[in-house]
């Protein structure tokens, strides 16, 4: 006898025995096998469950390893101004600043009305403001982009505002007002002042 014909005797011997025990005989032992192999699934991965949770609960009573840093010395006034002065960008380069910002604009697929441009100097401060109002129109995203690309690409810059409008609810341009202020000094930084 091979193989096929004592599994074909198995498989007919079976399917006599749960026709002689009837229907419902048959599911609940097919009902048993099926829980019996469940549950020996389960209790490796329950057995894994609680080493895992035990490890947890071990490493939570564990007290947290204290490493002392050294203690950072405390800002200096006079170093806190000069590193303002050095970050400040150079006057005579706010027209190529602007420029950098329309470059950005068209980099990121907006549309870049005429801006609004107005300069200031603060006197207690001794540096010069260059404000920059640029009414945009766009996708959300790209107007957000177009912000955060300018604050990286210029550092000395700071993102004052920035106002939405949409005039339909489903239209998928959005038209913004976005206003930066580029801080300038009149000379190179690090230069004396």
């Known amino acids: 006898m ?8 198995w ?3 079976l399917r006599l025995a749960l026709a002689a025990l009837g229907p419902v005989a048959a599911v609940a032992i ?25 490890a947890a609960l071990n490493q939570a009573m564990t ?3 204290r490493v002392a840093l050294p203690a950072a010395a405390p800002a200096n ?15 005579r380069y706010a027209e ?5 910002l329309f470059a950005l604009a ?18 207690n401060g001794r540096f010069h403001t260059y404000q920059v109002n640029l009414p945009v129109k766009g996708s959300y995203g790209a107007i957000w982009q177009f912000g955060m690309q300018a604050l990286r690409a210029i550092p000395f810059a700071s993102l004052d505002e920035i106002s939405f409008r949409r005039d339909t ?25």
């Open 2 to 9: 091979n193989a096929a014909t004592v599994l074909a005797s």
């Open 11 to 13: 498989y007919l011997r």
């Open 30 to 54: 097919v009902l048993c096998v099926a829980a019996a192999l469940s549950l020996a699934w389960l209790l490796p991965a329950r057995a894994l469950q609680g080493q895992r949770q035990a």
């Open 63 to 65: 007290p947290p390893l």
């Open 77 to 91: 006034a006079d170093h806190n101004l000069a590193l303002f002065y050095d970050t400040l960008g150079e006057r």
């Open 96 to 100: 190529q600043q602007v420029k950098t």
């Open 106 to 123: 068209q980099k990121t697929g907006l549309v870049l009305s005429q801006g609004e441009y107005k300069s200031a100097y603060d006197q």
């Open 169 to 193: 609810i489903g239209a998928p341009a959005v038209e913004a007002r976005v206003r930066l202020t580029l801080y300038l000094a009149d000379q190179a930084p690090g230069a004396p002042r």
